[in-house]
């Protein structure tokens, strides 16, 4: 399997886990599904070759097998982040249990679950996790940080970027999902990518501290994404009401709880916060992948 699939893996196995249990089904014609036919294919590719039974498929179901795949593929992207980048990051201590059981149609469904619209402010993101996961808000902010890993294509999601940054690997898994929000001299900018009837805003960081001449881009996030450190609002189609420029220009009112956390996991407040996330969203991906 090429890596780049396994770094899927991790989204692969929340989208299977948002029904009440973890089914080996997803449903792709709903459009926050799109794109995971690529590492659902690749999965299989592995599970079943050719359609074929594997050691794979006679030991375990296709739910465990991608919610094994999902952790692989966190161990992975940290594997990736200390031999290549030079972190010093120690394995993820997620906790795998077998035993979820594959709907009858697997892979494939057809029933709708709710999965998390992009376009909700702070309140409804928070409430999302906590009535779907029996998430806390501090969970919440620990399992973001998995956006660290892959990007957006405007062709499939109708947003367009990487959460960390077009110089950082799609495939490296740290703390820079949280350090990214904290940055005194990022500037945050809102565009929309849809249209009036169907708009995509997403949020575009633009590093001010470097000259107009060189590349400043540093990422986008989501308005989900910028739940987690303001206290967002938005209208009823996703445009945010208040302003988040930077953390010195904003009408929109810190989260001071969630920021003292985010603290935690930057490498430019505290020592050893690549760990401090690495646990945290461990133990909130546990949660998730658990559904039995």
Same mark, same amino acid.
């Given at each position: 399997?090429?890596?780049?699939?396994?770094?899927?893996?991790?989204?692969?196995?929340?989208?299977?886990?948002?029904?009440?249990?973890?089914?080996?089904?997803?449903?792709? #014609?709903?459009?926050?599904?799109?794109?995971?036919?690529?590492?659902?294919?690749? =999965?299989?590719?592995?599970?079943?070759?050719?359609?074929?039974?594997?050691?794979?498929?006679?030991?375990?179901?296709? #739910?465990?097998?991608?919610?094994?795949?999902?952790?692989?593929?966190?161990?992975?992207?940290?594997?990736?982040?200390?031999?290549?980048?030079?972190?010093?990051?120690?394995?993820?201590?997620?906790?795998?249990?077998?035993?979820?059981?594959?709907?009858?149609?697997?892979?494939?469904?057809?029933?709708?679950?709710?999965?998390?619209?992009?376009?909700?402010?702070?309140?409804?993101?928070?409430?999302?996790?906590?009535?779907?996961?029996?998430?806390?808000?501090?969970?919440?902010?620990?399992?973001?940080?998995?956006?660290?890993?892959?990007?957006?294509?405007?062709?499939?999601?109708?947003?367009?970027?990487?959460?960390?940054?077009?110089?950082?690997?799609?495939?490296?898994?740290?703390?820079?999902?949280?350090?990214?929000? =904290?940055?005194?001299?990022?500037?945050?900018?809102?565009?929309?990518?849809?249209?009036?009837?169907?708009?995509?805003?997403?949020?575009?960081?633009?590093?001010?501290?470097?000259?107009?001449?060189?590349?400043?881009?540093?990422?986008?996030?989501?308005?989900?994404?910028?739940?987690?450190?303001?206290?967002?609002?938005?209208?009823?189609?996703?445009?945010?009401?208040?302003?988040?420029?930077?953390?010195?220009?904003?009408?929109?009112?810190?989260?001071?709880?969630?920021?003292?956390?985010?603290?935690?996991?930057?490498?430019?407040?505290?020592?050893?916060?690549?760990?401090?996330?690495?646990?945290?969203?461990?133990?909130?991906?546990?949660?998730?992948?658990?559904?039995?």
């Amino acid at each position: 399997m090429r890596l780049s699939r396994l770094f899927h893996a991790p989204i692969a196995a929340f989208h299977d886990c948002i029904s009440p249990k973890c089914d080996g089904c997803i449903n792709l #014609a709903n459009r926050d599904n799109s794109g995971l036919d690529i590492p659902i294919n690749a =999965l299989e590719a592995v599970y079943k070759p050719g359609g074929a039974e594997s050691e794979h498929s006679a030991r375990m179901s296709r #739910a465990d097998f991608w919610a094994l795949a999902g952790v692989v593929g966190v161990q992975v992207g940290i594997e990736t982040a200390n031999e290549d980048y030079g972190a010093d990051i120690d394995d993820a201590p997620i906790i795998f249990r077998g035993g979820r059981k594959d709907c009858a149609t697997s892979p494939h469904t057809t029933e709708v679950y709710k999965l998390p619209d992009p376009h909700m402010g702070s309140a409804a993101t928070f409430k999302y996790f906590e009535d779907t996961f029996n998430f806390t808000p501090y969970e919440t902010v620990a399992l973001m940080g998995g956006h660290t890993l892959g990007a957006a294509t405007q062709s499939i999601l109708g947003f367009n970027g990487t959460w960390t940054g077009p110089t950082r690997s799609l495939f490296q898994f740290d703390g820079t999902y949280h350090h990214i929000l =904290l940055v005194h001299d990022y500037g945050w900018n809102v565009t929309n990518l849809g249209t009036e009837e169907d708009p995509r805003y997403q949020w575009h960081c633009t590093d001010l501290a470097k000259p107009e001449t060189e590349n400043r881009d540093c990422g986008f996030m989501l308005d989900t994404d910028i739940s987690m450190l303001v206290d967002l609002t938005v209208d009823d189609k996703g445009k945010p009401t208040c302003e988040f420029f930077t953390l010195a220009e904003r009408t929109c009112s810190l989260n001071r709880t969630n920021f003292k956390q985010m603290i935690k996991y930057d490498s430019s407040f505290t020592e050893d916060s690549e760990n401090n996330f690495v646990t945290d969203f461990s133990a909130s991906f546990t949660k998730v992948i658990n559904r039995i």
